[in-house]
């Protein structure tokens, strides 16, 4: 059996149904993990959510745009 101190439990072999099961504990002495889930709540859901997904978008457009562009510069050009 494995400790409960890790968070994780993953009980295939604790019962013989066909079902793997994977349950995790809560961690509740972390007041950075509460900071974490509330900071990645805010930033990735309702309105906000959506404009930061929009916003990571775009810019990742505009990265993946000038790295073609100018790798083609230099594959393109005339000696």
């Keep these: 059996m494995q400790p409960q101190e ?4 993953y009980s ?9 099961e994977v349950s ?5 002495s972390s007041e950075e993990a509460s900071n974490c889930e509330r900071v990645s709540r805010k930033l990735c859901t309702g309105k906000l959510g ?6 990571g978008g775009v810019a990742l457009f505009w ?13 393109h050009k005339c000696k």
Excluded: E, P
């Design 6 to 9: 890790s968070g994780v439990h």
């Design 50 to 55: 959506i404009a930061m997904k929009v916003l």
């Design 24 to 28: 995790m504990a809560a961690v509740s």
């Design 63 to 75: 990265v993946i745009f000038i790295l073609g562009y100018v790798t083609g510069y230099y594959v």
């Design 12 to 20: 295939r072999w604790d019962d013989s149904s066909s079902r793997d």
